[in-house]
């Protein structure tokens, strides 16, 4: 069974800065998984935000702002975000993607976890 369960999301002024961090707890080698970061605001549907997996890749949207790393001592997944803009807010959600290779979209993703929300005031 796989666990993903993030921490770090809160309230933040435009311009400020938060640190989200995901968990993640498998009975497979951390380094399986291809992790990711995505974002759903109020009615919209759910967004890629940031991709890992011996490479890095965002969303045009948070290019620059935004930094996905790993800890793969302590299976930790994280999702440095600088400059935060009111558009950013949004739950967060952390998955992962057993064997994936340059995964974007959320339906190539296998574990999920329940989010965290980022809410960011103008």
């Known amino acids: 069974q796989v666990q993903l369960v993030e921490r770090g999301g809160g309230l933040v002024q435009a311009g400020g800065s938060l640190r989200l961090s995901c968990v993640v707890t498998s009975g497979r080698t951390f380094s399986n998984y291809a992790m990711g970061w995505f974002r759903q605001a109020p009615g919209k549907s759910r967004e890629f935000v940031a991709y890992?997996?011996?490479?890095?890749y965002y969303a045009e949207s948070v290019k620059g702002r935004f930094t996905i790393s790993s800890d793969n001592a302590k299976n930790t997944v994280y999702l440095q975000m600088n400059s935060l803009k009111p558009e950013d807010t949004a739950v967060y959600y952390c998955?992962?993607?057993?064997?994936?290779?340059?995964?974007?979209?959320?339906?190539?993703?296998?574990?999920w976890g329940q989010g965290t929300q980022v809410t960011v005031s103008s």
């Open positions: 890992l997996r011996w490479t890095t």
């Open positions: 998955a992962a993607a057993l064997g994936g290779t340059y995964v974007y979209t959320a339906d190539k993703y296998d574990y």
